[in-house]
């Protein structure tokens, strides 16, 4: 039983890094060409590198269902950085 509330548990902290990440992409986005969006992007790309790093803990005791919305999630983030790289 520890195993599998250790699964839900990474599988928990993953999620919330991930929501943490979107919502602070939504943050700078809303703040493109104000003097404040520096700022915001550097707070954006720390919470995509804890979420990176929380997801890849998750990835490694996942049940296949949480594996497939931790992939996604992966994507997710990838594209926010993608679109960000085109900007710059």
Not at 3 to 24: L, S, T, V
Not at 47 to 56: F, S, T
């Amino acid at each position: 039983m520890p195993y599998h509330k250790n699964k839900q548990q990474a599988f928990q902290a993953a999620q919330q890094g991930y929501a943490q990440a979107i919502d602070a992409n939504e943050k700078r986005v809303e703040s493109i060409e104000q003097p404040h969006y520096g700022r915001e992007l550097a707070h954006l790309t720390e919470e995509v590198q804890e979420a990176y790093q929380q997801i890849d803990k998750a990835l490694e005791v996942a049940s296949e269902h949480q594996y497939s919305q931790l992939k996604q999630f992966q994507q997710d983030l990838q594209s926010i950085m993608a679109e960000i790289d085109k900007e710059s």
